[in-house]
Nanobody, 124 residues
Framework: QVQLVESGGGLVQAGGSLRLSCAAS????????MGWFRQTPGKEREFVAA????????YYGDSVKGRFTISRDNAKNTVYLQINSLKPEDTAVYYC?????????????????WGQGTQVTVSS
């Protein structure tokens, strides 16, 4: 079992920044990749970013490249998502997820465990 707890969401003005955190516990060493997804009502859950625990490999969705940065702290079992230059269209619930897969990490169906999500709201 793996537990994922997101934090750091909130209300921010357009152009601002946020850093989301995902604290992982449990058998996290079995899961090679941590990902961030986001979802708005009525839409599919969208891939945002992913990172491998054991390497510097990172992956980003096209809509966030250049503004979002994913990082990890292995000692704390924590993954971060730095979000800069926020736009109103970034408003969503952001979810952290873990997968044992090494491929297909941009697809939500690859992920085994999910956090409860943290709301990010960007005002214009």
């Amino acid at each position: 079992q793996v537990q994922l707890v997101e934090s750091g969401g909130g209300l921010v003005q357009a152009g601002g920044s946020l850093r989301l955190s995902c604290a992982a516990s449990g058998r996290i060493w079995s899961y090679h990749v941590m990902g961030w997804f986001r979802q708005t009502p009525g839409k599919e859950r969208e891939f945002v970013a992913a990172i491998q625990w054991s390497s510097s490999n990172t992956y980003y969705g096209d809509s966030v490249k250049g503004r979002f940065t994913i990082s990890r702290d292995n000692a704390k079992n924590t993954v971060y998502l730095q979000i800069n230059s926020l736009k109103p269209e970034d408003t969503a619930v952001y979810y952290c997820a873990a997968t044992s897969e090494r491929f297909g990490v941009t697809s939500k169906i690859s992920y085994d465990y999910w956090g409860q999500g943290t709301q990010v709201t960007v005002s214009s």
